[in-house]
């Protein structure tokens, strides 16, 4: 594995073990169920698309350089149709999306977003 993929993936983990245990400190404190909403899951599935995306980022980056950023919408793409496929049935289950709910997907999604998005923009400048 190369040494940007290893480092991607030790800042992911670490970045989401802070996050979730700052999302579990924060439920607690307001008396909300811990592992509710499928919270667990979300982290997992999150981490590893993230993790999988970067990994075929950087293996595809050589080949196709000039296509990169539309490899990265695509992974952004697909994310979504996970969400909505695996997590959004039991969400709007009772015919509401709630603020725990979204907040459940969308943290850990929004910390890998940005993860992503800043070691995309790392690796496009080494290229250039």
């Keep these: 594995m190369p040494k940007t993929v290893s480092r ?15 999302h579990i400190f924060i439920l607690n404190f307001f008396k909300q169920p811990l592992f509710g909403d499928k919270i ?14 970067f990994f075929s980022l950087q293996k595809l980056k050589e080949r ?13 793409a697909l994310k979504f149709v996970v969400f909505f496929s695996l997590f959004f049935p039991s969400y709007k289950a009772d015919g509401v999306m709630d603020k725990l709910e979204f907040a459940a997907f969308f943290v850990p999604y929004v910390v890998c977003l940005v993860l992503e998005t800043y070691s995309l923009s790392q690796m496009l400048n080494k290229m250039s």
Excluded: D, E, M, R
């Design 64 to 76: 196709y350089k000039t296509q990169i950023g539309f490899l990265f919408l695509f992974g952004s």
């Design 40 to 53: 667990v899951l979300s982290y997992v599935v999150n981490a590893l698309l993230a993790g999988t995306i």
């Design 8 to 22: 991607f993936l030790v800042i992911l983990v670490v970045a989401l073990g802070i996050t979730f245990s700052l």
